[in-house]
């Protein structure tokens, strides 16, 4: 985690949406990590608790804007998060503008082009390739990932993999047919077919 969240900043790659790693100090038997102070947070799980009645869809879409160019970010520089959830990003909302803010690298790794096997993120939100065949890629997990955090912003309880696989919850109530159309391409069962985090950002969701 260490050596991910430093590449960020040291790499002069920092992206707004992502902690901020301030200093390191190595110790003899523990290390210690300074991360930038965040005033008037609170998690994303809290925040669409809070504003469940009250949030519009123009918003969801910036936060979700938010994170995949912090994905991007991210890979770009060859960290995979592995653990995007609810509760690993923070929203600070200032006159009815969202900032995001994603937290907790401890389950992060390079980025690489060969499968993964060992998965190290929390493992509901794994993607289904993990539970079917036991291995799964970077990109294409934090994709699967984006598309059941956005599930959850519009459900009244915790949806993860399991159970959108077994409930086939395939469209989401209250959101527009192009918000529906992103989250179908970001959930497409076949990691091959989903779209790259790049693209994500030129779905025509973005555009209205």
């Not at 994303?44 to 009645?53: E, K």
């Not at 937290?103 to 794994?126: E, L, Q, R």
């Not at 309880?157 to 047919?177: A, G, M, V, Y």
């Not at 992103?182 to 555009?207: G, I, N």
Request: proline share 3%; with cysteine; charged share 25%.
């Amino acid at each position: 985690m260490m050596k991910a969240a430093g590449k960020l900043v040291r790499g002069g790659h920092h992206n707004p949406a992502i902690i901020e790693l301030v200093d390191v100090f190595e110790l003899r038997d523990e290390v210690l990590m300074i991360m930038e102070l965040l005033n008037d947070t609170m998690d994303l799980v809290d925040y669409s608790t809070i504003n469940d009645l009250t949030i519009q869809e123009h918003q969801v879409k910036d936060i979700i804007n938010q994170i995949i160019n912090a994905a991007v970010t991210m890979h770009r520089n060859g960290v995979f998060h592995r653990d995007i959830k609810a509760d690993n990003i923070l929203i600070t909302s200032t006159n009815g503008t969202q900032t995001v803010k994603i937290i907790d690298f401890g389950c992060s790794d390079w980025v690489k082009d060969k499968p993964y096997y060992d998965y190290k993120g929390t493992f509901a939100f794994a993607p289904p390739e993990y539970f079917s065949c036991k291995k799964y890629h970077a990109e294409q997990t934090t994709v699967w990932q984006i598309g059941i955090l956005l599930q959850n912003l519009y459900s009244d309880d915790i949806i993860d993999t399991f159970e959108f696989i077994s409930e086939e919850q395939q469209t989401i109530n209250h959101l527009s047919r192009l918000g529906k159309s992103f989250a179908s391409q970001c959930l497409r069962m076949d990691s091959a077919l989903r779209p790259r985090l790049e693209d994500l950002l030129k779905h025509p969701w973005f555009k209205v």
